[in-house]
């Protein structure tokens, strides 16, 4: 056998071995290649997304959060005050409970005092009878003297 067949033999089998492979086997592994890397880009691309999202959510908690902090501070206000209010309402109650009291027992005292003062004018009435009947040392007749005894009521 001669070298320079064999030798171009082998190049027209490699050329057409080269032209099938460019033909038929190059194209699928160059579109899984590409897919591969689109695939890989897109993830990169979602990682990035995935992160700036992250970041808007943690910014969003932190205000969400801050928010939530003045609201607690509003609402603890507000009951502080509406407390001390409830204390000043309660103090204000008692404090009229007590003057209602006061004036009640005021009230009841005089009452009483009237009351005492009218039965020591009974009591008087009836020791002037009484020293007036022993200083007479006759029995006064206590219907005609009523009107003269409610005068003197009337004077004490």
């Known amino acids: 056998m001669n070298f320079n067949a064999t030798l171009i033999g082998q190049s027209i089998t490699f050329v057409f071995f080269v032209w099938f492979c460019m033909k038929y086997v190059w194209p699928p592994i160059m579109n899984a290649l590409e897919a591969r890397k689109k695939q890989i880009a ?3 691309a979602a990682a990035d997304r995935g992160k700036h999202e992250l970041e ?8 969400n959060m801050r928010d939530a902090k003045a609201q607690a501070a509003e609402v603890l206000a507000q009951a ?3 407390a ?3 204390v000043e309402d309660a103090k204000n109650a008692a404090k009229a409970e ?7 027992a005021q009230a009841n005292i005089e009452m009483e005092t009237n009351r005492a003062r009218e039965s020591l004018r009974e009591q008087v009435a009836q020791l002037a009878v009484a020293g ?4 007479l040392r006759r029995e006064v007749n206590a219907q005609s003297h009523a009107d003269l005894l409610n005068q003197l009521k009337a004077e004490l």
């Open 42 to 44: 897109d993830g990169l």
């Open 56 to 63: 808007l959510a943690a910014k969003k908690a932190a205000d």
């Open 80 to 82: 502080e005050k509406r």
């Open 84 to 86: 001390a209010q409830i």
């Open 98 to 104: 007590g003057d209602r009291q006061l004036a009640a």
């Open 132 to 135: 007036a009947e022993k200083i």
